[in-house]
């Protein structure tokens, strides 16, 4: 099967085309804080695999904002970029009920395609300024 531009076979680009608009992403750090002892009473595998369930989930190291941990970026679909929405940060995710009010959003298209519940602004946090390129 010959392969694609981006590595895929030609099958495997037919099928993603055939599956639709690709969903927004989540982002979940699980480094130094994030995702480990230091947040107590947190089954991060359960949160990581539960968002997994709706969208594409990617496990990050660290995304420099501690203080906020466990923290999770929700970036938009094309459809949401196309509508301007940015990427929504949220910190101090750190019960069950919070994970489902995410899912449950990003079921529903995420930003820019779905509104964010009011609940998740309770969540929401201010990413770090980008670092200067070396």
Do not use: F
Request: with cysteine; charged share 20%; glycine share 8%.
């Amino acid at each position: 099967m010959p392969a694609t531009p981006t590595g895929r076979t030609t099958d495997d680009a037919r099928t993603a085309a055939a599956a639709g608009p690709v969903p927004c992403r989540v982002v979940v750090c699980r480094d130094c804080c994030c995702g480990s002892p230091k947040v107590s009473g947190v089954d991060h595998a359960a949160q990581t695999a539960r968002l997994r369930a709706q969208v594409p989930v990617r496990v990050s190291a660290c995304l420099d904002v501690c203080e906020h941990a466990n923290v999770i970026v929700v970036q938009p679909s094309a459809e949401g970029r196309a509508a301007g929405a940015r990427p929504v940060w949220l910190g101090l995710v750190n019960d069950p009920d919070a994970t489902e009010d995410i899912a449950a959003w990003v079921r529903a298209g995420g930003p820019g395609v779905a509104p964010r519940p009011d609940i998740l602004d309770l969540y929401a946090i201010t990413p770090p300024p980008r670092r200067p390129a070396s």
